[in-house]
């Protein structure tokens, strides 16, 4: 069993920069790739980032590429996700999740979630 706690989520104005946090707790919870995903209101949890284990690879939402990376810590099992020139369209809440499935954009195949941070973008 992984927990997950996300923070780092705020108001911010259209342009700005905010860090987000997912901290993981249980056994091995540092083996599994990570990943974010987000729900604005009224629309599907959709895919922002993934990371594997390793850090070796990462993979981006095209929404996201260029603004947002993805890290992780796995000394602190931590994961972050550093989002740049953040756009209204951004507001969502942005969930983290540890997969164990095969495919790192599917949220079926992640199997551990945290409950959420909310990120407004003000314009």
């Known amino acids: 069993q992984v927990q997950l706690v996300e923070s780092g989520g705020e108001l911010v104005q259209a342009g700005g920069s905010l860090r987000l946090s997912c901290a993981a707790s249980?056994?091995?919870?540092?083996?599994?790739?990570m990943g974010w995903f987000r729900q604005a209101p009224g629309k599907e949890r959709e895919f922002v980032a993934a990371?594997?284990?390793?850090?070796?690879?990462?993979y981006y939402a095209d929404s996201v590429k260029g603004r947002f990376t993805i890290s992780r810590d796995n000394t602190k099992n931590t994961v972050y996700l550093q989002m740049s020139s953040l756009k209204p369209e951004d507001t969502a809440v942005y969930y983290c999740?540890?997969?164990?499935?095969?495919?790192?954009?599917?949220?079926?195949?992640?199997?551990?979630w945290g409950r959420g941070t909310q990120v407004t973008v003000s314009s």
């Open positions: 249980g056994r091995t919870s540092s083996s599994y790739a």
């Open positions: 990371i594997r284990w390793s850090a070796s690879s990462t």
């Open positions: 999740a540890a997969r164990v499935g095969s495919s790192y954009y599917v949220t079926g195949d992640y199997a551990y």
